[in-house]
């Protein structure tokens, strides 16, 4: 099961809260975009604990809870958009370390594998190729977060060993 990553172009934009008179960086600004504040101020700016709502085109898009400096999301903080995902973690100049917390996608995936690997030892033996196929996406599946059962990993080379070992026997 192939792992599709986005990437999106940085564009910073200092844009104005709708509830208050201050002004939050938006690193990800795009046209329609407005941010709501309930937080301290200073210089006009989020300044201090506080909650942000992000907005695209009037609809809620995101919520960050969490500490700004001079508009800018620093410290511990918790970032959750509507579709559920959320990333709760140190942030640093706007930005967090996108470690995503285990949600509802990813464990569908999880079952989803799961079920096809307890499909595949029923009908047939997994063969070499298919077993580092399988780890090749687990270990894409660990890197982005997405691997609920670390402990897979460790399963997927023993059982890699285990059918070269009686590759090997046979010869």
């Not at 938006?26 to 506080?50: C, P, Q």
């Not at 996406?137 to 009686?166: D, M, S, W, Y």
Request: glycine residues 6%; proline residues 2%; charged residues 25%.
């Amino acid at each position: 099961m192939p792992l599709l990553l986005s990437a999106r172009t940085l564009e910073e934009k200092w844009i104005l809260c709708s509830n208050v008179n201050c002004q939050i960086l938006d690193s990800y600004y795009e046209d329609g975009v407005s941010f709501t504040w309930d937080g301290e101020i200073l210089n006009n700016k989020a300044h201090g604990h506080g909650t942000a709502v992000r907005y695209i085109n009037n609809e809620v898009h995101s919520t960050f809870v969490g500490t700004y400096e001079n508009g800018i999301r620093v410290g511990k903080g918790k970032l959750s958009w509507v579709d559920g995902r959320e990333l709760e973690c140190e942030f640093m100049n706007n930005q967090g370390d996108f470690s995503f917390r285990r949600s509802f996608f990813s464990i569908a995936i999880a079952f989803i594998l799961m079920i096809t690997m307890l499909a595949q030892s029923a009908w047939a033996a997994p063969s070499s190729a298919d077993l580092k196929k399988e780890q090749m996406n687990q270990r894409f599946q660990h890197e982005a977060g997405q691997l609920p059962k670390t402990h897979v990993l460790r399963k997927t080379r023993r059982e890699i060993a285990r059918v070269k070992t009686k590759l090997n026997a046979a010869k």
